[in-house]
């Protein structure tokens, strides 16, 4: 195979760097790729070595970049491709299941998923048409030479996002006057604080990656501490994203350069697209999740500025609008507006019981909140609190990473999340008690949290087990102590309903000592109640321990200090 790495296909024009095109399939990896695809048609095909499909299909996917090059060139068509045994993230980023899995992309959006025949004579029909369809000429060619573009008027001012690519040092007479226009990514720091030296070059470098894209500033809390406040600042560094008084979205993810920049990124990109009911199956096949806003006419034109503005909170998520009568008849909507969900041809409705109802800002954001996430999503760094932090019973798969047996796996989990659904709606929507979300995890990259939390070694996957955050515990077999199946969805179906009676007996995720303050905390009532039963009683109990641990924890540290202040030591070095 031809395969030619993108930095070897930069020049530089005046510092700018322009893509040179390439008659090879282009090897693209999480390191380039977002910088690659966001210009020009990407032709995209996700494989893995060890695949039998993929290998046959290798060597017509070059035969197509190669005899085509010259078309594609005059177009911004570009072929590539990405391991994904290598790029594991980037993959489960664009949510590929199975190998090989080619996906187009235009401008740096994801546009379609290909699904047709994989031959040569295939493969060019589909990219020519795309690329005929994608392609838009260069400014300069669509100019009239006889125009004189030139004019005497003064330019209205403008005020431009980072125009400089720096970060902007933020305090209480700036503060508004500057966060009023534009979207602003801030550090809230105090400079002694360890975690916030580490990450200020990295902020420096993020203000000039964001350069007329989003604002960059900071704000010292030691200085400014009534804007920290404000904010309610918890700690150091807290990073927040503000888009309005009402849009404020505090980061919780990566420290890395390019998590901080693809999440600044994302933001400024989110928006409400209007469709028709002739996009439903495209989208269907490139978004997961998504969400559409029905209205009509006579809607109150303020409630679409509502679904905007959240759509700005929610920007991992796409949001589409709609007048068109079809859409709303294909989608079985009998009154408007309405605000729907689909995520892998499951249907939910946000529960309006009339038009004010859309008026209640929080209500909505909670019911997106809520259900953001696509049918199976995959449990990370940035969404595991999302997912195990509220009150909702979690049924988790977790997989190797990129085997044969967690694509298997994972369909088996989305099949089962489907029958869950749909037993759901078919009982009008009641979850007859505690909700329950779907997810898996990359057991191979995760291997100490799940032996930490849930006794799990490479050798136990794929499997699946049943977290109840509220209690602190997992379940991993069923009523009768049989082990959850993936692969038995009557089984694992029974099991959810039985945690949800409390029928299922669980293990702690808890450590030792952190089963110890819990034990502690929960016999704190009774406790309460015994000192004020016996006051003279508890008074003797707590003197004798105050006065052992006086002896055998205090009196040894005090001699330890005064021993070391005159010079003695009795530390080894190991």
């Given at each position: 195979m031809f395969h030619k790495n993108i930095f070897d296909n930069y020049?530089?024009?005046?510092?700018?760097?322009?893509?040179?095109?390439?008659?090879?399939?282009?090897?693209?990896?999480?390191?380039?790729?977002?910088?690659?695809?966001?210009?020009?048609?990407?032709?995209v095909k996700f494989f893995a070595p060890w695949c039998p499909h993929c290998q046959s299909i290798a060597p017509i996917w070059t035969r197509v970049a190669v005899e085509?090059?010259?078309?594609?060139?005059?177009?911004?068509?570009?072929?590539?491709?990405?391991d994904c045994t290598l790029n594991g993230d980037l993959c489960d980023a664009n949510n590929i299941e199975r190998y090989?899995?080619?996906?187009?992309?235009?401008?740096?959006?994801?546009?379609?998923?290909?699904?047709?025949?994989?031959?040569?004579?295939?493969?060019?029909?589909?990219?020519?048409?795309k690329a005929d369809q994608y392609y838009t000429p260069a400014i300069e060619d669509l100019k009239d030479p006889s125009i004189n573009t030139n004019s005497d008027h003064d330019n209205e001012t403008l005020v431009q996002t980072n125009p400089l690519g720096t970060v902007v040092l933020l305090n209480a007479s700036n503060f508004d006057l500057l966060?009023?226009?534009?979207?602003?990514?801030?550090?809230?720091?105090a400079p002694w604080c360890t975690h916030c030296q580490r990450l200020a070059p990295t902020w420096e470098e993020l203000g000039h990656e964001l350069q007329y894209k989003v604002n960059v500033g900071k704000v010292d809390c030691t200085v400014d501490s009534g804007l920290c406040q404000r904010f309610n600042v918890q700690g150091y560094p807290t990073l927040k994203l503000l888009q309005s008084p009402d849009d404020i979205i505090e980061y919780k993810g990566s420290r890395q350069l390019s998590s901080l920049r693809d999440f600044a990124e994302k933001a400024a990109d989110a928006r409400v697209l209007d469709i028709s009911v002739t996009d439903l199956d495209r989208i269907k096949k490139t978004d997961d999740v998504f969400f559409i806003y029905l209205y009509d006419d006579n809607t109150p034109f303020n409630i679409l500025e509502t679904i905007k503005g959240l759509s700005r909170s929610f920007f991992s998520v796409k949001f589409y609008s709609s007048k068109d009568p079809n859409l709303t008849a294909q989608l079985k909507i009998v009154k408007l507006p309405a605000l729907v969900v689909l995520k892998d041809e499951l249907q939910k409705n946000y529960p309006s019981t009339s038009v004010e109802s859309f008026l209640n800002r929080d209500a909505l954001k909670n019911w997106i909140q809520s259900e953001k996430y696509s049918l199976?999503?995959?449990?990370?760094?940035?969404?595991?609190?999302?997912?195990?932090?509220?009150?909702?019973?979690?049924?988790?798969?977790?997989?190797?990473?990129?085997?044969?047996t967690q694509i298997k796996a994972k369909k088996s989990l989305k099949d089962i999340a489907k029958l869950y659904y749909q037993q759901i709606k078919e009982r009008s929507g009641s979850e007859d008690g505690r909700s329950v979300i779907f997810a898996w995890l990359d057991g191979t990259r995760w291997s100490d949290y799940i032996h930490r939390v849930y006794g799990l070694s490479k050798k136990d996957l794929p499997t699946v087990l049943i977290a109840d955050p509220v209690s602190n515990k997992y379940f991993d077999t069923t009523r009768s102590g049989q082990k959850l199946n993936l692969m038995d969805q009557e089984q694992l179906l029974e099991s959810i309903h039985d945690a949800k009676k409390g029928y299922l007996v669980g293990k702690s995720t808890m450590g030792f000592v952190e089963r110890i303050f819990m034990d502690m905390f929960s016999y704190g009532e009774?406790?309460?109640?015994?000192?004020?039963?016996?006051?003279?009683?508890?008074?003797?109990?707590f003197s004798l321990v105050v006065g052992v641990v006086y002896r055998?924890?205090?009196?040894?540290?005090?001699?330890?200090?005064?021993?070391y202040e005159m010079g003695y030591s009795n530390s080894k070095v190991e």
């Open positions: 020049y530089e024009i005046s510092n700018q760097k322009v893509y040179k095109f390439s008659f090879e399939v282009i090897e693209l990896s999480a390191k380039d790729f977002k910088e690659a695809i966001k210009e020009g048609t990407w032709f085509n090059g010259n078309y594609f060139k005059s177009k911004n068509f570009y072929v590539a491709e990405v090989p899995t080619m996906l187009l992309f235009n401008e740096g959006v994801k546009v379609d998923l290909y699904s047709s025949k994989r031959d040569f004579d295939s493969f060019t029909t589909y990219a020519k048409s966060t009023k226009t534009g979207i602003w990514f801030i550090k809230f720091f199976v999503p995959a449990m990370d760094s940035e969404n595991y609190e999302d997912i195990l932090g509220g009150d909702r019973l979690v049924v988790l798969g977790v997989f190797r990473s990129f085997e044969g009774h406790l309460q109640k015994t000192v004020i039963k016996h006051p003279f009683v508890s008074l003797i109990v055998y924890c205090i009196v040894p540290q005090i001699r330890d200090v005064r021993d």
